[in-house]
């Protein structure tokens, strides 16, 4: 057989092989996607309305406001949190690493509403924390830690960090320990090694991390509807409330498409700062 027509065979069988994944996906999510942004324009009638008054409803600017400053927040003490774990679980004594494994682990196998009602019977008024703390006398009255940002993002770093762990150990397990004892040998202290050696070897990991963070905080809804008790909306559940409770599907689509639009620009952004190829190294 002539080698080009061999090379053609091969690539036809790739192709075969890798056209139903891209097909399912098409079906799956674009074309579910087409149509919610149709809906963006032409419900209730035909026009860019709703995606003006993404900018100019005071409403949905305050709740877009709100959204991006909690995923903010939780992205980063998330990513903070996920990183001292991973670095014990891979660079921590057995025991250590043991322990670490199985908290990151088992979350996995709990449900977001399960996790949600922990933390209410946790935070609540009359919950374990605030009658603990009152019982010592440390405070005189309950602390707000629910139906406020402050127990939405306390759930939802909970619940995100386990993922955060898992790109930051990966990482951190490609970093050679030459080049660390190397700096070691130099002179260098512990705190000038991970500043200067560690931290820059970890970054793509510390990127993923924060774009896979950031990207699943911004559907969040159980968590907030929770422990935000409708005093923290998010714009999941500003999609929901137009949708089923005061019923405005053209602007409830409109707010869909600027978030996926959102999280596209987001890893763009990412594929841009993180070359690939140093991630897969």
């Known amino acids: 057989m002539h080698p080009a027509a061999h090379s053609s065979g091969n690539t036809l069988r790739r192709i075969a092989l890798i056209a139903p994944l891209p097909v399912l996906l098409l079906f799956a999510y674009g074309v579910p996607f087409l149509g919610v942004a149709s809906w963006s324009v032409s419900l209730p009638h035909w026009g860019l309305s709703h995606y003006?008054?993404?900018?100019?409803?005071?409403?949905?600017?305050?709740?877009?406001?709100?959204?991006?400053?909690?995923?903010?927040?939780?992205?980063?003490?998330?990513?903070?949190?996920?990183?001292?774990?991973?670095?014990?679980?891979?660079?921590?004594?057995?025991?250590?690493?043991?322990?670490?494994?199985?908290?990151v682990l088992v979350p996995f196998w709990i449900s977001v509403l399960t996790r949600a009602f922990g933390w209410v019977a946790l935070l609540s008024n009359k919950g374990l924390i605030n009658t603990w703390a009152q019982s010592l006398g440390l405070i005189d009255e309950p602390l707000a830690l629910v139906r406020n940002e402050l127990g939405v993002v306390i759930g939802m770093t909970h619940y995100l960090v386990s993922f955060a762990v898992v790109p930051l150990a990966s990482t951190l397990r490609q970093v050679d320990d030459r080049v660390l004892m190397a700096?070691?040998?130099?002179?260098?202290?512990?705190?000038?090694?991970?500043?200067?050696?560690?931290?820059?070897?970890?970054?793509?990991?510390?990127?993923?991390?924060?774009?896979?963070?950031?990207?699943?905080?911004?559907?969040?809804?159980?968590?907030p509807a929770i422990l935000g008790g409708g005093r923290s909306v998010m714009i999941a559940e500003l999609v929901y409330v137009r949708i089923f409770q005061s019923p405005d599907w053209g602007l409830a689509a409109a707010i869909s498409v600027a978030m996926v639009l959102i999280v596209a620009i987001a890893m763009w952004a990412f594929l841009k700062i993180a070359k690939p190829q140093a991630l897969v190294r």
């Open 52 to 103: 003006v008054a993404l900018g100019t409803d005071p409403l949905v600017l305050s709740v877009l406001a709100r959204t991006l400053r909690i995923c903010l927040t939780v992205t980063v003490a998330s990513v903070a949190i996920a990183y001292v774990l991973a670095f014990v679980w891979v660079r921590g004594t057995p025991r250590q690493s043991l322990v670490v494994e199985f908290c």
């Open 183 to 223: 700096a070691r040998g130099l002179g260098a202290s512990r705190t000038r090694i991970f500043w200067s050696v560690m931290l820059p070897m970890t970054i793509p990991g510390i990127i993923g991390a924060t774009l896979l963070v950031f990207v699943f905080s911004l559907g969040f809804f159980i968590t």
